[in-house]
Structure formats: C-alpha cells, structure tokens
C-alpha cells in the first residue's frame, strides 16, 4: 500500500501563490507517476498535473499551464505543486495522487485526503 499525505493548502488573494506538497510513504517502490487532481463545489474532478518518477515529464491542465509548476524529489518521495498567479476558479479540493505503471491515468489508484485551496477576488 501507499499513503499520501497533502500539505500547503489555504486561503490567497487572487494573483497570490501557494505551494502543495505530498509526502509518500510506505510501498513508494511503486510509484510510477504523482500529481494532482483537484474539485471544486458542483463540479467533476478534474487533473491538474502529473509528474514520471524517473523521467520527470511533467504534464499539465491546459487552464495552468505557465502558473503551475510540478515538480518532484524522489529522494524524500515528494511531489510539489507550486502554484502561482492563482484565480478565484483555482478555488478547489486538491488531492495528491499516485499510480504504478499501468494504473489508470484518470482515475489513479492512490489517493491523498485532500487539502482545501481558496482563491479570493
């Protein structure tokens, strides 16, 4: 099993930054991608961006594309979302998420709990 545990969340003003870590533990040798998903009040999930544990290919939400930035440190099994020049629709749940080689890219096995993310106006 692996677990993920989410940090940085909270309320900014729009045009502000935050920064999202997850820390993995347990059964890390698995881990083949991390990212993040993220869902707001009356709305779908949705990813937000995904990193490779060894190649470091970032892939992004067309939406934060040139404001977030993925990033990784393999050695402490963390992944960092660094957000900046944030929108009120950034506003959102954002999960940390994790999956073996082969696991399902729109739907990943691992799942962190979630850490509120505020944008106001």
Same mark, same amino acid.
């Given at each position: #099993?692996?677990? /993920?545990?989410?940090?940085? $969340? +909270? /309320?900014?003003? =729009?045009?502000?930054?935050?920064?999202?870590?997850?820390?993995?533990? +347990?059964?890390?040798?698995?881990?083949?991608?991390? %990212? &993040? !998903?993220?869902?707001?009040? +009356?709305k779908?999930?949705? !990813? *937000? =961006?995904?990193?490779? &544990?060894? %190649? %470091?290919? =970032?892939?992004?939400?067309?939406?934060?594309? %040139?404001? !977030?930035?993925?990033?990784? @440190?393999?050695?402490?099994?963390?992944v960092?979302?660094?957000?900046?020049? /944030?929108?009120?629709?950034?506003?959102?749940?954002?999960?940390?998420? =994790?999956? @073996?080689? $082969?696991?399902?890219?729109? @739907?990943?096995?691992? &799942?962190? #709990? +979630?850490?509120?993310?505020? *944008?106001?106006?």
């Open positions: #099993q692996l677990q /993920l545990v989410e940090s940085g $969340g +909270g /309320l900014v003003q =729009a045009g502000g930054s935050l920064r999202l870590s997850c820390a993995a533990s +347990g059964e890390t040798r698995r881990i083949y991608i991390m %990212g &993040w !998903f993220r869902q707001a009040p +009356g779908e999930r949705e !990813f *937000v =961006a995904r990193i490779t &544990w060894s %190649g %470091g290919v =970032a892939y992004y939400l067309d939406s934060v594309k %040139g404001r !977030f930035t993925i990033s990784k @440190d393999n050695a402490k099994n963390t960092v979302l660094q957000m900046n020049s /944030l929108k009120p629709e950034d506003t959102a749940v954002y999960y940390c998420v =994790a999956g @073996d080689y $082969g696991s399902s890219r729109s @739907d990943p096995p691992y &799942w962190g #709990q +979630g850490t509120q993310v505020t *944008v106001s106006s």
